[in-house]
């Protein structure tokens, strides 16, 4: 661990020295200043954890500097420094956040019992926050399930990358394979479990807000960084950042991940000081990568660095021998969740879900078997309302579906799609002759169902047969929550 950087602030020269000799010999990184001006600077430069600060400064009032010092950081631990006087000053203190007080003239040890315990207090506190994080993970935790050959082989390399620790893990597949649970199995098998799994969906966040959110910011770094703020990075100390939908991460983004794996240290957005990396990263895409490589829209090194451990989920038509067992799973999860109570899934509606080939994968299973679950009014599941193309021949230029919608302009949105009902309710949506992103399709249609139901989530979720966590998911992908 490293050793903790303690500030000393205060103009009297006898002071500052008496104070960090000792807690230099117990193994603290001590640094000194003997002026509020000359204090700010090396909260910036030293980065310490803890101030030890005089109330009473040439320059500046105590109370002052300390409302600053935790309005820009406020983990920073400060101890103020008090002659026995200042009693109401001292009160004072503690409303601005200080955490404790040290009484000139100085007994060591005491002054060194206070430190510690703040210390202490602090490191139970990151602690109780992380452990909550994991517990949290563990709770929602989705169960990964499978027993066809191909993702025996997957659960196989999870294990194999879980054993490994450290080492760089990239997840390919296509949308809706499990690219997420997967990640957060490695996580979990891991020796990092109990710390912190922080996820980062590269392509919701804008690209200026990226780099911030990755690796936080210092007060002042930019126009509105009010405060200094962690990243990403340091909140998952210990633990797995899993950075989804890499392939949509901007280029010189690429440039500054590459550079923070390989010299396992980044500095935050306007710093000045180098902070050590220990997470393990692990990425996924469902973006062809090597492709992109290719095409000069990722970086090669970033590519290989990323690669070192590599698990390719297969589509769901290439492990029909899944579908069965995923089926059951999600029947019982719906059947008690909507409290129906269906006694089984048809036989015939395994085999109609066994010959189709979800294009969208076992999300799109899921969300076919609970919205069966829930519209099915005999005893067991059929498949009539599993809702699923089984001729997916539509014409070119429209998409058919048998959802209802209505076309409610949304303001500020004209560059979305047009979107009409005919006369047999099928929605009807004019596609641009130039192409357009299936991403982009969708967005329109949550935002449409928000907007029609005004913004009540559950009845928009409802509307559009999704559950209600799954809308907030899909929300979250296109940064809409
Ligand atoms: N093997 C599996 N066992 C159980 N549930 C699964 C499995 N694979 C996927 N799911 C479920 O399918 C849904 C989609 O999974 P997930 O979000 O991990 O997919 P993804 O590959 O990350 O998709 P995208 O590329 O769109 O982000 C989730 O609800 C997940 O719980
Ligand atoms: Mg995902």
Redesign the pocket.
């Known amino acids: 661990m490293s050793k903790e950087k303690i500030l000393i602030v205060d103009d009297e020269h006898l002071i500052r020295w008496s104070l960090s000799q000792p807690l230099i010999k117990n193994g603290y990184t001590v640094d000194t200043a003997e002026s509020g001006a000359e204090a700010q600077t090396k909260i910036s430069t030293f980065r310490p954890q803890m101030v030890l600060l005089d109330i009473r400064l040439p320059d500046a009032n105590g109370l002052e500097l300390l409302e600053r010092f935790k309005s820009d950081d406020e983990d920073l631990i400060v101890i103020m420094i008090t002659a026995y006087a200042d009693v109401g000053s001292t009160v004072e203190a503690f409303k601005f956040g200080a955490e404790d007080y040290i009484g000139k003239p100085f007994n060591l040890e005491s002054v060194k019992h206070v430190i510690e315990q703040a210390f202490k207090k602090r490191q139970l506190k990151v602690q109780v926050e992380q452990f909550s994080h994991s517990i949290e993970q563990q709770i929602d935790e ?5 027993n066809s050959p191909e ?1 025996i082989d997957v659960f196989k390399i999870i294990k194999r990358c879980a054993e490994t620790n450290d080492k760089t893990v990239l997840i390919q ?1 296509e ?7 997967v990640a957060k199995a490695v996580h979990l098998y891991s020796r990092r479990s109990k710390a912190p799994f922080f996820e980062i969906n590269c392509a919701a966040i804008p690209d200026n807000l990226l780099e911030n959110e990755l690796f936080g910011h210092e007060k002042g770094a930019y126009t509105d960084a009010g405060k200094s703020r962690k990243g990403i990075f340091e909140l998952a100390d210990s633990g797995t950042v899993f950075l ?2 890499i392939g949509d991460m901007p280029l010189p983004m690429q440039g500054k991940i590459l550079k923070a794996i390989e010299n396992k240290r980044y500095r935050r957005l306007g710093g000045d000081c180098d902070i050590d990396v220990n997470v393990r990263i692990i990425a ?1 895409t ?1 973006r062809g990568l090597k492709e992109m490589v290719e095409d000069g829209n990722f970086r090669a090194d970033l590519y290989y660095r990323l690669n070192v451990m590599a698990i390719n ?1 297969p589509p769901l038509r290439d492990r029909k021998a ?1 579908i069965p067992l ?1 089926a059951k ?1 999600f029947f019982e999860l719906f059947n008690k969740e909507y409290n129906r109570h269906l006694e089984d899934i048809s036989p015939a509606t395994i085999e109609v879900m066994s010959s189709y080939s979800w294009p969208g994968n ?2 799109e299973l ?1 969300n076919s078997i609970e919205r069966a679950t829930i519209l099915e009014e005999s005893r067991f599941l059929g498949p009539n309302n599993l809702n699923i193309i089984t001729d997916p021949k539509t014409d070119s230029g429209t998409l058919n579906t048998t959802m209802l919608s209505e076309n409610k302009k949304m303001p500020g949105n004209n560059q979305h799609p047009p979107a009409t009902t005919n006369s047999s309710n099928e929605l009807q949506i004019t596609l641009p002759a130039d192409g357009i992103s299936f991403g982009e399709i969708e967005k329109t249609i949550i935002l449409q169902a928000l907007n029609k139901h005004a913004d009540n989530q559950t009845k928009a979720a409802r509307y559009l047969r999704l559950s209600r966590d799954t809308l907030r998911y899909r929300m979250k992908k296109f940064n809409l929550l």
């Open positions: 989705d169960r990964l399930l499978g993702m597949g949308s809706g394979t499990g690219k997420e649970l989804d939908e996924a469902n989920i899944d995923l799973y076992v999300r899921r």
